[in-house]
């Protein structure tokens, strides 16, 4: 079982992933904005991966990716994206998303996505 | 000049009342914003306890019914906050969590509420209700929010326009065309996501938005054209190229050329072709861009052809000719 981050402006949704993965056994910490995530990652170096959320406020989740990347970080990281942001994830991937999951999504394929990606390791 | 009716008095009283105005104003401004910060708080605090409730609500496997009788059960404020709550999930999940937190409202009584707030005079009480209503997706409601394309107020059709994307069929696509046709002030977005949402999951609709080629207005057959386009179906690609050869307008050109782009194939070239000698440039461009989306093998010997010509538009944008194959 891993440390994982979960990334969303939406309270809701960010409740509903941190208790789903919670469920399947893993540490959950949570952030609203790709800044406030950022201050997390920095102060918890353990963190495996990352679910989050494409559309942020401010940095957007591709912006926090590409962040990570430019400093070297290796976090794996599962992008929720809305249908009709799909076009944009070819962004994503080049900026170094793992993988992504359209919403609305199911809350068991969410915690299978985040098994498969942290089996890579 | 003299005004005897200004006296010392008069004055006095004139200032004390404007300043007790003032005074009463910022009063009552202060007291509203102090109500509105409560409300909102309380409102925040409400939000905080049902959360999570909902989420293990939305997860539990099964579902523990001591939980479910709370959150039907919960009325007042409490209960408007549970209400939004899971509603707000619904835009987020599939499956049977979604279908659990469908039924529970059900059993709270909410869509009857939201179906006698669609008839209220207030036009943004009736586009919240319409939204909640698309959002619920319950069969029932599909004739109530395709009426309300109808409506007079253009936030509640364009918020009907939106909803319909969860009421996939031939009847909603018609409503979501008319509504365009109507020339309503509805942005051309929210018609084009709603009528891709539509053709996704449903075939009665794709086909109609297909017949929305040939539709008299042009507004209505770029918008389908291009949501042909985002569907990226290659089946399409010959009614585009049709559209593109044959339509006289620029605007349904450059949307049927753009949908090549996304769905072009070899049979699309010699439409391609003839777009990228328009007479309108954005038209032109938009045809060459689609080329380049081709293989380029495919593309080759047009490319070749525009390349001859030496339009100037274009030009920056051809490949070498020492990169196109069989040079």
């Known amino acids: 079982m891993a440390h994982v981050l979960a990334v969303d402006d939406d309270p809701d949704i960010l409740e509903l992933v941190a208790l789903k993965l919670r469920s399947a056994g893993h540490t959950v910490t949570t952030a609203g904005s790709g800044e406030r995530a950022r201050d997390v990652l920095a102060a918890h170096p353990d963190i495996e991966l990352a679910v989050v959320d494409h559309m942020l406020p401010g940095m957007t989740g591709v912006d926090l990716v590409r962040a990570l990347r430019a400093e070297g970080s290796a976090l794996r990281v599962l992008m929720l994206t809305a249908r009709s942001q799909e076009r944009d994830l070819v962004g994503g991937f080049s900026a170094g998303v793992d993988d992504y999951l359209t919403k609305p999504f199911s809350p068991r394929e969410l915690a299978v996505r985040v098994r498969a990606l942290l089996d890579r390791r | ?327």
């Open chain 2, 1 to 327: 000049m003299t005004l005897p009716w200004l006296t010392p008095h008069l004055l006095v009283t004139v200032l004390v009342t404007v300043w007790a105005l003032v005074l009463l104003t910022i009063l009552a401004t202060l007291l509203s914003h102090a109500a509105r910060v409560r409300t909102e708080r309380s409102q925040r605090a409400l939000d905080e306890a049902a959360r999570p409730l909902v989420a293990r609500f939305v997860l539990d496997d099964p579902v523990d019914p001591g939980l479910r009788a709370t959150l039907r059960d919960a009325r007042g404020a409490f209960g408007d906050r549970v209400d939004e709550r899971l509603l707000a999930v619904l835009e987020g999940i599939t499956g049977e969590g979604r279908e659990r937190t469908v039924a529970l409202l059900v059993d709270r009584g909410h869509p009857a509420r939201l179906r006698r707030r669609a008839r209220s005079r207030r036009a943004l009480v009736r586009a919240a209700a319409i939204r909640r209503l698309g959002r619920l997706a319950l069969p029932a409601d599909a004739d109530l929010v395709r009426r309300a394309t109808a409506d007079r107020a253009p936030v509640v059709s364009s918020v009907a326009a939106r909803a319909l994307a969860a009421y996939p069929g031939a009847a909603s696509a018609q409503a979501v065309l008319d509504l365009l046709r109507a020339g309503a002030s509805v942005p051309q977005l929210v018609v084009v996501n709603s009528l891709i949402g539509q053709g996704e999951a449903d075939e009665d609709a794709l086909a109609r938005i297909r017949q929305g080629l040939e539709d008299p207005e042009a507004r209505v057959r770029a918008a389908c054209a291009q949501v042909l386009g985002e569907l990226t179906s290659t089946a399409d690609a010959p009614l585009l190229g049709e559209l593109l050869r044959r339509d006289p307008t620029a605007g349904v050109q450059l949307a049927a050329a753009g949908a090549l782009r996304r769905v072009g194939r070899a049979g699309a070239v010699p439409a391609l072709l003839e777009g990228t000698r328009s007479a309108w440039g954005p038209v032109r461009l938009q045809a060459l861009q689609a080329l380049l989306a081709l293989p380029r093998e495919v593309a080759a010997p047009a490319l070749a052809e525009v390349a001859r010509r030496g339009d100037p538009l274009l030009e920056p944008l051809l490949p070498r000719p020492a990169d196109l194959p069989g040079s």
